[in-house]
């Protein structure tokens, strides 16, 4: 191999590895977190949601084990926080039933594989054999795992009536 | 001029080598436990800044820690942007008579925090003094190198 042979081949290596590079640098700058709130991620998000409240009211055990994250860190309105095997064990012992479903007033804040999403529930809850009416806020944390969004965290706050 | 050709190629292949080097353990980074560790010791750092933060009503500090897109929603059940929020402190409407948080518990998902605690903190908002204990969830996410804090809600124990 002659040596202009070997350095226009060193030199397409080079020209290859540059872009490798540069491509390796997007994708790293991707993974930082965007405030740009993604209309199909919300979508997507909704849609993991309502499957989640239809598996809770079927009692999809299946279902809801694959829409949360092992980790999950679950706290309701009484302050009592559950994790992932509590708050499945409440679905699938009665202890908690969802007896209507209505959410609204959303916030969603998308930041990479990360969606925040804060909204108002007036579902009617019977948790415990007591039934729940009251309206509440809600902050859910979905992680895109594997392709699929699922619960990481949940938090439900009864909103007090400000005539007290 | 055929050696500086080729120091030229030498250095292009050291330099984009480096630089995958660099990005494939930013990857493997966001994976390992150390890292694990390090983002909860990181988020407990920040959070202990907007303690100090909240008690001394230092709102260019808070500034710096909350998002822009920060949702806050209280024992009450109200919402705040970051906005109302650094209103509402830096008129003195929300005083902190004691402050006291424990039972810390994190799960690292990459660049996000889920961070839950106890607070038993003495506030009063609104003219209303609150000293129900309550159970919290702070969501850091990072965001060009600096953990900040993008959504709290707390709700209190009344069991």
């Given at each position: 191999?002659?040596?202009?042979?070997?350095?226009?081949?060193?030199?397409?290596?080079?020209?290859?590895?540059?872009?490798?590079?540069?491509?390796?640098?997007?994708?790293?700058?991707?993974?930082?977190?965007?405030?740009?709130?993604?209309?199909?991620?919300?979508?997507?998000?909704?849609?993991?949601?309502?499957?989640?409240?239809?598996?809770?009211?079927?009692?999809?055990?299946?279902?809801?084990?694959?829409?949360?994250?092992?980790?999950?860190?679950?706290?309701?309105?009484?302050?009592?926080?559950?994790?992932?095997?509590?708050?499945?064990?409440?679905?699938?012992?009665?202890?908690?039933?969802?007896?209507?479903?209505?959410?609204?007033?959303?916030?969603?804040?998308?930041?990479?594989?990360?969606?925040?999403?804060?909204?108002?529930?007036?579902?009617?809850?019977?948790?415990?054999?007591?039934?729940?009416?009251?309206?509440?806020?809600?902050?859910?944390?979905?992680?895109?795992?594997?392709?699929?969004?699922?619960?990481?965290?949940?938090?439900?706050?009864?909103?007090?009536?400000?005539?007290? | 001029?055929?050696?500086?050709?080729?120091?030229?190629?030498?250095?292009?292949?050291?330099?984009?080598?480096?630089?995958?080097?660099?990005?494939?353990?930013?990857?493997?980074?966001?994976?390992?436990?150390?890292?694990?560790?390090?983002?909860?010791?990181?988020?407990?750092?920040?959070?202990?800044?907007?303690?100090?933060?909240?008690?001394?009503?230092?709102?260019?500090?808070?500034?710096?820690?909350?998002?822009?897109?920060?949702?806050?929603?209280?024992?009450?059940?109200q919402k705040f942007t970051k906005a109302q929020r650094l209103a509402d402190l830096g008129a003195g409407k929300v005083e902190y008579?004691?402050?006291?948080?424990?039972?810390?518990?994190?799960?690292?998902?990459?660049?996000?925090?889920?961070?839950?605690?106890?607070?038993?903190?003495?506030?009063?908002?609104?003219?209303?003094?609150?000293?129900?204990?309550?159970?919290?969830?702070?969501?850091?996410?990072?965001?060009?190198?600096?953990?900040r804090l993008v959504a709290h809600q707390a709700t209190p124990i009344v069991e």
């Open positions: 191999m002659s040596e202009h042979t070997y350095m226009r081949k060193e030199l397409r290596i080079a020209a290859l590895l540059v872009i490798v590079a540069l491509g390796m640098m997007g994708v790293a700058s991707s993974q930082e977190a965007t405030h740009e709130p993604d209309a199909d991620i919300q979508k997507a998000i909704l849609a993991a949601d309502n499957e989640r409240y239809d598996a809770m009211q079927k009692k999809d055990m299946a279902a809801l084990d694959r829409l949360h994250g092992d980790g999950l860190v679950f706290i309701n309105t009484k302050g009592r926080m559950l994790n992932k095997a509590e708050y499945l064990e409440e679905i699938r012992s009665g202890a908690l039933k969802f007896l209507s479903v209505e959410t609204d007033d959303y916030t969603f804040c998308i930041y990479g594989d990360t969606a925040i999403m804060s909204g108002r529930a007036k579902s009617v809850v019977e948790y415990h054999g007591v039934v729940n009416k009251k309206p509440r806020r809600f902050t859910s944390v979905f992680i895109k795992m594997h392709g699929q969004w699922v619960l990481v965290a949940h938090q439900a706050t009864l909103i007090a009536d400000e005539s007290n | 001029m055929r050696n500086y050709e080729g120091l030229v190629c030498r250095v292009l292949i050291l330099c984009a080598a480096s630089v995958m080097w660099v990005c494939s353990l930013a990857g493997q980074e966001r994976q390992d436990d150390r890292s694990v560790v390090q983002a909860e010791n990181e988020v407990l750092k920040v959070e202990q800044s907007r303690d100090k933060a909240l008690q001394e009503r230092d709102v260019a500090l808070l500034d710096k820690i909350y998002s822009d897109q920060l949702v806050f929603v209280n024992t009450r059940g008579f004691s402050y006291n948080q424990e039972g810390f518990s994190y799960h690292v998902y990459g660049d996000t925090v889920v961070m839950t605690g106890r607070t038993s903190s003495v506030v009063k908002f609104q003219g209303r003094v609150n000293k129900i204990p309550r159970l919290f969830t702070n969501i850091y996410v990072r965001t060009g190198g600096q953990w």
